[in-house]
Nanobody, 126 residues
Framework: QVQLVESGGGVVQAGGSLRVSCAASGRTFSSYAMGWFRQAPGKEREFVAA????????YYADSVKGRFTISRDNAKNTVYLQMNSLKPEDTAVYYC???????????????????WGQGTQVTVSS
């Protein structure tokens, strides 16, 4: 069992930066690839970024590539999403998830994830 708790969301102006964090419970954090997804009102949850178990491989959606950076600290059981050059269309609830399989194909799919956090709201004002 893994429990995930996101934090760090808030309101920021367009062009600004924000870092969200996801703290995991348990001793098996490093056994999971971790991903960030987001969901805007009336839309489906969409992939944002993911990172392998060791942190050596990262994956990004085209819409955030070059602006967002995912990282993890296995000693602290935490995964981060640094978001720069934010745009109003980045406004959403951001969720972190834990994926036991962690392959290139699985990390981009909502159904691949075994555990989810409760989400944190990110609002980008224009």
């Amino acid at each position: 069992q893994v429990q995930l708790v996101e934090s760090g969301g808030g309101v920021v102006q367009a062009g600004g930066s924000l870092r969200v964090s996801c703290a995991a419970s348990g001793r098996t954090f490093s056994s999971y690839a971790m991903g960030w997804f987001r969901q805007a009102p009336g839309k489906e949850r969409e992939f944002v970024a993911a990172i392998s178990r060791s942190g050596g491989t990262t994956y990004y959606a085209d819409s955030v590539k070059g602006r967002f950076t995912i990282s993890r600290d296995n000693a602290k059981n935490t995964v981060y999403l640094q978001m720069n050059s934010l745009k109003p269309e980045d406004t959403a609830v951001y969720y972190c998830g834990a994926d036991r399989i962690g392959t290139y194909g699985s990390v981009r799919l909502v159904d691949s994830y075994d555990y989810w956090g409760q989400g944190t709201q990110v609002t980008v004002s224009s």
